[in-house]
């Protein structure tokens, strides 16, 4: 094996990553235990926190052998996207205008916050489990995997996520439900 401080499975930089994912993932799965004010709230410190992190992963060359299998059952995406839910329930759908490249026009689409949430969790959760469960081999191809992920989907899905949840945090607060006994 390379020397620790040379493997970008290692690098200073990842393994912060890996430390803002977890927390990323436990708090979605423990979702149940906190109100929707405080929920939103921690998620809209977390969340430009996983972004600026991912941002800063290491480069992976990879040939793919080791490319691990994702550990996100789809009673576990459910179960963290229903917990978002139920905080959110009456927030959590809105409407983005989306920009088709290919048409060259802008269309609307509905979207779901606990959806996008749940979307960016599988990714990190897969990837937290490479490391949780010391699989070596495969830790090169999870980080080469989720940082390609990133750029192609659940960053942007991140981003849109956030920004509706500025608004729900804002539209709580102006609502008088900034209390837990209304959330």
């Given at each position: 094996?390379?020397?620790?401080v040379d493997n970008p499975s290692y ?103 606990s959806e996008g949430l749940a979307d ?64």
């Open positions: 094996m390379a020397n620790r690098a200073h930089e990842t393994l912060e990553f890996v430390t803002v994912a977890a927390e990323y993932c436990a708090l979605l799965e423990k979702s149940e235990e906190r109100g929707a004010t405080e929920f939103v709230d921690t998620l809209l410190k977390l969340l430009p926190l996983v972004y600026m992190k991912a941002q800063l992963l290491p480069a992976v060359e990879t040939d793919g052998a080791f490319v691990p299998d994702g550990q996100v059952t789809e009673d576990d995406y459910n179960y963290v996207r229903s917990g978002a839910y139920s905080l959110l329930h009456r927030h959590d759908e809105y409407e983005m205008l989306v920009w088709d490249e290919d048409m060259q026009t802008e269309e609307s689409r509905w979207c779901s916050v960016v969790y599988q990714a990190l959760r897969n990837f937290v489990a490479v490391y949780q469960q010391r699989l070596e081999p495969c830790m090169p191809d999870a980080l080469w995997q989720l940082h390609d992920s990133f750029e192609l989907y659940w960053g942007q899905t991140l981003l849109d996520t956030l920004r509706q949840l500025h608004r729900i945090r804002y539209s709580l607060l102006r609502n008088g439900e900034d209390n837990e006994e209304n959330s």
